[in-house]
């Protein structure tokens, strides 16, 4: 930005870049919950990797959508998700980066037991 700029015209471009930020964050948002609702609709339980705010993380995975096998139930479906809203379209290199998060996912196992007062889980977490 340059510094010749008045008060007046530095507050005005101020202002229509927080508006800017708004709708996309607010598109964002509704892009993510018509895609869970869609999900949803399919049988699968959808968890939003957004932080305590609402706002995305800088990684690629925005959603994971989980599903039960119908004939094993023991078996599961899960989905890694990037969602777009707007006009936004996905890239070659978010493809790569959605392909690369898959290879990263570790599964693990536990057992949570709550006998009294408290829960113990027989992997330590």
């Known amino acids: 930005m340059r510094n010749d700029l008045t008060p007046g015209k530095k507050a005005a471009h101020t202002r229509k870049w927080r508006r800017a930020s708004e709708r996309a964050h607010q598109t964002a948002r509704n892009a993510k919950t018509f895609a869970k609702y869609a999900l949803t609709k399919k049988g699968y339980k ?3 990797l957004d932080s305590q705010k609402g706002y995305e993380y800088v990684g690629v995975v925005d959603m994971i959508a989980l599903k039960r096998d119908a004939r094993d ?5 899960i989905t890694l998700f990037q969602v777009k809203g707007g006009s936004a379209k996905v890239t070659v290199d978010e ?5 690369r998060a898959v290879e990263k996912v570790k599964v693990a196992w536990n ?3 709550k ?3 408290t829960v113990r889980f027989l992997n330590h977490i």
Do not use: K, M, N, Y
């Open 111 to 113: 057992v949570a037991e």
């Open 46 to 48: 959808c968890f939003s």
């Open 115 to 117: 006998p009294r007062q």
């Open 95 to 99: 493809i790569r980066r959605l392909r």
């Open 73 to 77: 139930p023991d078996a599961l479906h």
